[in-house]
């Protein structure tokens, strides 16, 4: 089982949808969580922390639910410039490795 | 510059060619990392650098690839005798206790090998 797993996607939506990408991860001693995102040919960008109470940041959610072990991010009424793979990444408590989902794509259609 | 700096942007070698790449590192970062990505990949963890300690190699691939960090700062991935699945995206990053753990991504050296 890979340590941190994703739905490659891709998700189709049209402009102003709502749409939920979750994560799950293996190690329970994870301690950080984020979501960068990664457009084509570019490098990853951190897109927002996870914090352990949820976090909102403008049309973008991030939740995290310890006993279940998976991370989600909720994007709400989606513009055409929000196309891209969104990658999950988990840091376990007491190592410095990060790692990373192989990603979930999204489409955002006019 | 004030992100993570690496050279060159894009290299094409022939198999068989040893390649360095580069990355220089947010100044004050401690930590440098490398990680690879092969088109349509998820990312893969290469090498890790922290301060003055022992680097973790454990994602290394083979004995071709080594790494070296000079002064804490600007880090060095050699591939030597490249081969075509060498062929992937080396992406440099760096973080601190002060980012908040947020590692920090370089634009990457796209590496062909021919």
């Known amino acids: 089982r890979k340590e941190v797993e994703q739905d490659p996607g891709p998700f189709n939506v049209p402009e102003g949808a709502t749409v939920a990408f979750n994560c799950t991860y293996s190690?329970?001693?994870?301690?950080?969580f984020f979501w960068y995102r990664q457009d084509c040919r570019k490098e990853p960008k951190l897109l927002m922390s996870?914090?352990?109470s949820g976090n909102e940041d403008g049309r973008f959610t991030a939740q995290l639910n310890r006993a279940s072990q998976y991370i989600s991010l909720l994007i709400r009424d989606s513009k055409l410039s929000d196309s891209a793979t969104y990658l999950c990444?988990?840091?376990?408590?007491?190592?410095?490795?990060?790692?990373f989902g192989t990603g979930t794509r999204l489409k955002v259609l006019a | 510059g004030a992100g993570v700096s690496q050279s060159p942007s894009n290299k094409v070698t022939e198999k068989g060619k040893d390649v360095e790449l580069r990355c220089d590192p947010i100044?004050?970062?401690?930590?440098l990392y490398w990680y690879r990505q092969s088109l349509g990949q998820g990312l893969e963890f290469l090498i890790y650098?922290?301060?003055?300690?022992?680097?973790?190699k454990s994602g290394l691939p083979s004995d071709r690839f080594s790494a070296e960090r000079t002064g804490g700062s600007v880090s060095t991935l050699t591939i030597q005798r490249t081969q075509q699945e060498d062929s992937a995206v080396y992406l440099c990053?760096?973080?601190?206790?002060?980012?908040?753990?947020?590692?920090?991504f370089g634009e990457g050296s796209w590496l062909t090998v021919v």
């Open positions: 990053a760096s973080s601190s206790s002060f980012s908040g753990n947020t590692i920090y």
């Open positions: 190690n329970s001693a994870s301690q950080s």
């Open positions: 996870v914090y352990s």
């Open positions: 990444v988990v840091k376990t408590s007491g190592t410095y490795k990060y790692i």
């Open positions: 100044s004050g970062h401690t930590a």
């Open positions: 650098f922290q301060g003055n300690s022992a680097p973790d």
